[in-house]
């Protein structure tokens, strides 16, 4: 019988923490997560051994997303969770038992270094920068729970301008699954503006098998909620960021004004 000796922690004191937490007593019912916030890669893994012009670009993060955050939680006094994580170490936004869980080949590029990983070593991101990630959201969202505190929970990200050479044309889009209470809103807050194209699950749409963030803490707890996907060439500039906060809280604070019917659908809550 083989005998592994055990792993080295993958995190070590020059890293930075998992996630950052900003205004951690905001007012809001808002629960602002971003997913693919942060570009950082463990020491350890020495970058995936890929170049600045790699981690630069959405291969490795969603750009603009972490201003967008920062200015929306301002906007409406919102609670938000940012994972300071590359998603090439491994996506916050998909089952850790995801094929795509950690990735080695985005869209063109080979992530090599994440090629030919040990059971033991996907477990060890599983454990150390995925969990801690989502345990802190659940808390969270325990609390405000254990104090009745009314949540919805809306998740932040960017999409690139082109994808396999199709140019996509929404400036946003609004991502629901099963529960399309809030979702449904914002589709009409947005597209009453009049200069938007607003995508409906466009370009992406919400299932279990890719995604975790809105499946675990809002579709499972039954809470209001809805995914926001903002082009990046909107957030490559603050004015932008600011641009877009803006847009987004008003959009929200219209498509929360009714409060929410309760969202059945056959299943047992968690929690």
């Not at 080949?105 to 920068?129: F, K």
Request: hydrophobic share 40%; glycine share 8%.
């Amino acid at each position: 019988m083989t005998i592994h000796e055990p792993l080295a922690p993958l995190l070590g004191a020059y890293d930075p923490p998992v996630f950052c937490i900003v205004r951690p007593a905001g007012r809001s019912d808002v629960l602002l997560t971003a997913d693919h916030a942060g570009r950082a890669i463990p020491r350890r893994l020495n970058r995936l051994s890929l170049s600045d012009a790699v981690l630069d670009t959405h291969v490795a993060w969603d750009l603009g997303v972490a201003g967008l955050g920062q200015r929306l939680s301002a906007c409406l006094d919102a609670f938000l969770i940012q994972q300071n994580y590359s998603r090439l170490v491994i996506d916050a936004n998909r089952p850790p038992e995801a094929p795509d869980s950690i990735v080695s080949l985005s869209e063109h590029t080979v992530i090599a270094a994440n090629g030919n990983l040990s059971p033991a070593e996907r477990l060890q991101r599983v454990a150390e920068v995925f969990h801690p990630y989502h345990q802190r959201i659940a808390a969270e969202l325990d609390a405000r729970s254990g104090r009745a505190q009314p949540t919805v929970l809306v998740t932040l990200h960017s999409f690139t301008p082109v994808h396999d050479g199709f140019r996509r044309p929404w400036h946003v889009g609004v991502l629901y699954g099963r529960d399309g209470r809030l979702g449904r809103r914002m589709l009409q807050s947005l597209a009453a503006e009049g200069d938007l194209q607003v995508g409906d699950n466009e370009p992406y749409a919400v299932s279990d098998a890719s995604d975790h963030t809105l499946v675990v803490h809002g579709e499972r707890r039954r809470l209001p909620h809805v995914e926001l996907e903002v082009r990046q060439d909107l957030l490559a500039t603050e004015a932008g960021q600011q641009e877009w906060a803006e847009r987004l809280a008003l959009g929200l604070e219209q498509a929360m004004a009714e409060g929410f019917p309760p969202f059945m659908d056959g299943s047992p809550p968690v929690g």
